[in-house]
């Protein structure tokens, strides 16, 4: 269950319709006020000053993009590194999402278990035991943390800090072309530390994020081929038990 928590918890941010430009504790100047500033700079140019992004201009980026998504398909690969172990495990598969609520994780190979929410119930599918834990979201206490983002209802900024992304961390997990940006819990989460969302300059998509647990492990997710408003339908995230796996719910 500890793997579907970091990946409900990540991509709830994506997925979900709150209003992340609430989360930036400097907020957004009113639009009426940019449109302004953009007409006088257009009656007189000048030459730009060399100025950083900002965390809630690259939030606005994201908010946009996933404003505009109703689905959207990928493949992901996973890198977890625990630095007290010394350990690194890479997993990868296939993502699909869908508002609202709902998603698959389909990893490839039987190693890793899969899980299909489909705004209702989830299903974890565990290939190599042939078990399939299945329980409902609503009224699930172990679930309200995971899946809070995904169903709505919380804005983040109740939740989170967000800030562009330390030079270690964005020389770390960056990638040409985007910027990081750092969201960190107000309260302390048992799940994990902080979260880090890489985000495309052009367009405002999240191709890579990066989940800090509190025993300092990361999990490190790259997105690619990323598909959006496909039409995907709502019963290709429901799961049917297939003949010889054994049901449990909870």
């Keep these: 269950m500890e793997?579907?928590?970091?990946?409900?918890l990540s991509l709830g941010l994506f997925c979900s319709d709150v209003a992340l430009a609430d989360a930036i504790d400097a907020p957004l100047l009113p639009l009426s006020v940019t449109q302004g500033a953009a007409a006088r700079a257009a009656a007189a140019p000048v030459a730009a000053p060399d100025v950083k992004p900002s965390a809630s201009a690259v939030l606005a980026s994201v908010q946009a993009f996933y404003d505009g998504t109703t689905d959207l398909?990928?493949?992901?690969?996973?890198?977890?590194?625990?630095?007290?172990?010394?350990?690194?495990?890479?997993?990868?598969?296939?993502?699909?999402?869908?508002?609202?609520?709902?998603?698959?994780w389909d990893y490839e190979g039987k190693a890793d278990p899969d899980f299909y929410v489909d705004g209702q119930k989830l299903w974890v599918v565990e290939h190599d035991t042939r078990q399939v834990v299945s329980q409902k979201v609503e009224g699930n206490s172990n679930l309200a943390g995971a899946m809070k983002f995904l169903f709505g209802g919380q804005k983040l900024i109740k939740e989170f800090k967000v800030r562009m992304a330390p030079e270690q961390q964005a020389k770390s997990y960056g990638m040409p072309g985007h910027k990081v940006i750092e969201l960190k819990p107000k309260e302390q989460n048992p799940h994990y530390k902080s979260l880090l969302l890489v985000v495309d300059d052009l367009t405002g998509r999240v191709d890579s994020f990066v989940v800090r647990a509190q025993d300092n492990s990361t999990n490190h997710f790259v997105l690619t081929d990323v598909a959006s408003n496909q039409?995907?339908?709502?019963k290709d995230f429901k799961y049917a038990v297939p003949k010889g796996y054994v049901e449990t719910r909870q």
């Excluded at 630095?83 to 990868?92: D, E, N, Q």
């Excluded at 039409?231 to 709502?234: C, D, I, K, V």
Aim: net charge positive.
């Design 3 to 8: 793997a579907f928590t970091i990946c409900a």
């Design 73 to 104: 398909t990928c493949k992901f690969k996973q890198t977890y590194v625990h630095p007290v172990y010394g350990t690194r495990t890479v997993s990868s598969g296939d993502l699909r999402l869908k508002k609202p609520g709902m998603m698959v």
């Design 231 to 234: 039409n995907l339908a709502a």
